[in-house]
Each structure stands twice: as structure tokens, then as C-alpha cells.
């Protein structure tokens, strides 16, 4: 039998292979509920450092859990049960010089989401995918959870950006898949069933990712509304008048905002009259010639004199559309700050934003009279960040976290939609799978996931639990 330990050390060096004290940097979760100590943290250098990694720990019969920036919020990306190997990507870091004519560009599966940004600048080009957590998250995480963020409305998720992939699969193989075309029908769309696969099915090393061309202009605008029903309304009709120009439309509560303004202090509201919900609405063009800020001005009047925008301003500068961002992309850190909180990453059809706030608003404070709840999110494509805070006065609330997720779940599923919506599954999400979709989905996954990983050492306990990766399909 083979000594995983020596024969990683050996491959990869002082630099790639970590042990003892220096595993801890990677070994918790981001909201630090998941943290096994792992046998040691593989930091390959290239791809086929990543493949002999994989077969040695199969041979070694050890468990693998890639990690790229280790922001996701479900636990996916830190071990579990003691003795797995972490297999950081963040060595991976290289970037081809973009394709300008076929509008993409392959990069490596460490590179961080807002180095890609900068990079791109100079190229007058863009990679529209934006999340608050993009100094930090890597490509190959961002595959792994097929991320959504704040311009997913109109650019799409993950998936619609990634147009080739490269995949150390479970026997150590190589998938190269590196192809930089849209259309591509030779078969089954592989590079979609990796993009959120968690890092189940195999470890993404390589990408080519869709890019294009910078706005050359923006306009933004920060509007209060008495509700959110009032929001939503506003929103269908923007994105009726503004179309494909419309690329952001985000929403947070006032309590919420109650929350940011009270802990970061660097931050202010600058209208005048405060509502109950808020919404950012953001156009862009990379045409100069698209009257955007009429467009958005004329909606603006309209949203008066329907009296559903009380209160609004267009941002004047870059700072000041900087100042509006951060208010709403702020929203997690001021929740966190007051302490305890439940996350819970919903979606519903747009136009049941408002629906399911109320319906939710009162499930949760039957369960836990007083619970404070703080939705916010992407408007546009229905995405509910439905976070709470315990009761004033109570510091915890943990015992009732698995009722307040399920009856959450249930009712976004109700609702027709979705309890992970942007996230993923990842650890902690599981049991609400299990529960609230069907043995005929759980099990079609179950069959994925034992046809491409047999011996079940990728990411073990993420996304399918290990009694339905026994399951057969029926
Ligand atoms: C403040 C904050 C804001 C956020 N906002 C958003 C948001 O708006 N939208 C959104 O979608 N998410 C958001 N997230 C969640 C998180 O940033 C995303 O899930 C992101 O995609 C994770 O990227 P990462 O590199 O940190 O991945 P990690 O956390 O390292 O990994 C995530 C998953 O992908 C797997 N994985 C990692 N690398 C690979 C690889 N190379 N091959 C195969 N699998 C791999 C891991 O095993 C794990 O299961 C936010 C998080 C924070 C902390």
C-alpha cells in the first residue's frame, strides 16, 4: 500500500504539500462550521501535478476536497472527517493572453475573480461575473458552484460564461475540453455538468471563459420603495423599458441597511426618505450611442407618478455609484456584525419576490417569535438572500436552524423555486435536497455521481450524502 504522505511530499515539494500547523489557513470553511484537520494540503503546480495527486490519493484510498478561495458559504470546500487531502488550486494561477477575436480566454483554475477583472481592463474587455466575494473566490470555486452574483440577470450563471473546460477526473485521467466556440452539440454538455458539480466529480484545472466588451458607459440608480411589492412592480417595469441595457437590479431591507449603517461606519444613506425596501438599478452599454440615463430617468418618473418610487437619486460619479454598491454589497457584513445569524439562499420566480418575503416573514416568526428577518438579494433574477437574525436581546438561535431552513425550503419549492439558489449544496444542504426534491432527481444524481467517481473519494459528503450515492436509480 502505497504512503500517501511521502509520495505527495515527494511529487510536490515543500512548496505544494502542507503539513502539520501549516494546514490551518485552509482548513475552515468561511463561516467556520466545517473544519476537520486534514492529512495535508496538495498544492499542485500545473495540471499534471493535479493528475498524479488524484491517483496517488486513489490508490492510497484517500478522500479529496478541492478548494479555490474557500468562500462558499454551504461548508463544500474543507474537509469534514479527519484524513482527507485538501487540493488547493491556489498555485494555478496563469493566465493566456485574451482572444479578442473569439471573445474569450483560458486561465487556470486558481485565478482569483478580480485579478481576471483587472487583467482584462487594459483589453477593454470584461468577465461579468461579480460577487462581494471576488478579491477572494477562484475560477475553479466559481465553476464549482456554478456562482450567480449581481449581473447573473443578464449575463447568466456560471455555466453560460464557461464555454470549455479542462478536468482531472476521479481515475486521474485528463478531460481536455478546452474548446472556445458557443456551439459545440457533439454530445452530451460536459463542461455544464461540472459547472456545480462541487467538486464531486472531478477537479477543474483549466477554463476558457466568455468575455465581453466593456460598457463604455453606465448609469445608476439607488431608489426607496414603502415594500418590496412596490420594488418588484418597479423592477418589471424597468426591465420591460431597459431590456438587454439592464444589468443589475438588487434589493436589501431597511433593516438591513439598519444593520450596515449602524456597524460600518465609513457608510451613509444618501436619500432623503427611507422606505422599507431599496433596490439598485444599474444599465450599461458598450455602445456610447444607448440613452441610458433617460431611459432610466423616464422609468424613474414613471415609478413617481405610479407611487411606488418614493425617494431616489442617479449617481453623479464613480464614487458615488461606488458609495450605492457597497450599501447593498455590504448587507452580508452588517448581518454578520450583529452576530449570530441563519443564511438561507432562495430563489422564485421574480414576480413572487414579495410573496414569498410575507409568507416567509411569517412562517419564521411562528417558529421563533421576534426572529428578525433581512432579505436581500438579486431582484431581477428572483434570488433571495433570506438571512436572520435571532430576537433582540437572544444571542443564539442554532436550535432552531434545521426547522427554520425546512420550512423555508418547503415553501420556496411551493413557490416554485429553488433553496439553493446561487450556493450550491455543499455540506449543510443536503438534508434539505434530500427532502424537498425527488427520490427520481436525488437518485439520477446519485447515478452521476457513482459513474464518474466509483470510488467516492471527490469531495466525500458534498452535495449527494453517501447512502444516496449507493442508491440506484429506479
Ligand atoms: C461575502 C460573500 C459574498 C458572496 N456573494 C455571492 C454571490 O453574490 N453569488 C454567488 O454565487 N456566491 C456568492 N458567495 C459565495 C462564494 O463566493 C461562491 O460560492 C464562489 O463561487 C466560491 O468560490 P471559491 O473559489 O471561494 O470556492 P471554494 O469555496 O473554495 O469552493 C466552493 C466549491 O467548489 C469546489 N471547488 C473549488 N475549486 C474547484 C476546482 N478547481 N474544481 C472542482 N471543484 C472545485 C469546492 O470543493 C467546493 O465544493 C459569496 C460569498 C461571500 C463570502
Not at 181 to 194: E, P, S, T
Not at 448 to 460: E, H, I
Request: hydrophobic residues 40%.
Amino acid at each position: 500500500m502505497i504512503d500517501p504522505v511521502s509520495a505527495l511530499s515527494n511529487i510536490l515539494g515543500a512548496k505544494g504539500w502542507l503539513s502539520g500547523s501549516d494546514v490551518e489557513p485552509y482548513r475552515w470553511d468561511w463561516l467556520r462550521r466545517y473544519g476537520a484537520v486534514p492529512l495535508g494540503v496538495a498544492r499542485p503546480a500545473n495540471t499534471q501535478e493535479v493528475a498524479r495527486v488524484v491517483e496517488i490519493c486513489r490508490e492510497a484510498g484517500v478522500a479529496m476536497v478541492p478548494q479555490g478561495g474557500n468562500t462558499g458559504l454551504c461548508g463544500g470546500a474543507v474537509a469534514h472527517e479527519s484524513g482527507a487531502v485538501i487540493l488547493s488550486l491556489s498555485r494555478m494561477t496563469a493566465m493566456e493572453k485574451p482572444d479578442l477575436a473569439s471573445g474569450s480566454i483560458i486561465v487556470e483554475a486558481g485565478v482569483v475573480l478580480s485579478t481576471l477583472h483587472e487583467a482584462l481592463e487594459p483589453h477593454g474587455l470584461i468577465f461579468p461575473m461579480h460577487l462581494g466575494a471576488e478579491g477572494s473566490a477562484r475560477i475553479g470555486g466559481l465553476i464549482g458552484t456554478n456562482a450567480g452574483g449581481s449581473h447573473a440577470l443578464r449575463y447568466g450563471m456560471m455555466q453560460d460564461l464557461v464555454l470549455g473546460l479542462e478536468v482531472v477526473l476521479a481515475d486521474g485521467t485528463v478531460w481536455n475540453g478546452l474548446r472556445s466556440v458557443q456551439k459545440d452539440n457533439a454530445g452530451y454538455q460536459l463542461r455544464k455538468l461540472f459547472c456545480g458539480s462541487e467538486g464531486t466529480l472531478g477537479i477543474v484545472t483549466r477554463a476558457v471563459l466568455k468575455l465581453y466588451p466593456a460598457p463604455k458607459q453606465r448609469t445608476t440608480a439607488l431608489l426607496t420603495f414603502a415594500d418590496c411589492g412596490a420594488a418588484v412592480a418597479f423592477g418589471t417595469y424597468l426591465r420591460g423599458e431597459a431590456g438587454e441595457f439592464l444589468s443589475g437590479l438588487e434589493f436589501f431591507s431597511d433593516f438591513g441597511l439598519k444593520l450596515v449603517l449602524k456597524h460600518l461606519a465609513e457608510l451613509s444613506f444618501p436619500l432623503e426618505t427611507r422606505g422599507g425596501a431599496h433596490l439598485l438599478a444599474e444599465l450599461a452599454s458598450s455602445s456610447a450611442r444607448v440613452p441610458l440615463d433617460e431611459i432610466l430617468t423616464a422609468a424613474l418618473e414613471w415609478g413617481m407618478e405610479q407611487e411606488l418610487v418614493i425617494d431616489g437619486a442617479l449617481a453623479m460619479s464613480d464614487a458615488q455609484r461606488a458609495h450605492f454598491w457597497h450599501l447593498r454589497e455590504e448587507q452580508p457584513e452588517g448581518q454578520r456584525l450583529e452576530g449570530q445569524q441563519l443564511k438561507h439562499d432562495i430563489s422564485v420566480p421574480p414576480g413572487k419576490i414579495a410573496e414569498f418575503i410575507e409568507a416567509g416573514e411569517d412562517i419564521c416568526s411562528k417558529i421563533l417569535p421576534g426572529v428578525r428577518t433581512n432579505p436581500f438579494g438579486h431582484l431581477g433574477d428572483g434570488n433571495i438572500h433570506y438571512n436572520l437574525s435571532p430576537p433582540e436581546g437572544q444571542s443564539d438561535f442554532a436550535d432552531k436552524a434545521l426547522e427554520l431552513g425546512q420550512a423555508l425550503a418547503a415553501l420556496a419549492t411551493e413557490m416554485g423555486g429553488s433553496f439553493a439558489a446561487e450556493h450550491g449544496l455543499g455540506r449543510s444542504k443536503i438534508v434539505l435536497a434530500d427532502t424537498n426534491r425527488s427520490p427520481v432527481e436525488r437518485n439520477l444524481m446519485a447515478v452521476v455521481k457513482d459513474a464518474l467517481d466509483p470510488s467516492g473519494l471527490m469531495n466525500p459528503g458534498v452535495l449527494i450524502s453517501s447512502f444516496r450515492q449507493r442508491k440506484t436509480f429506479q
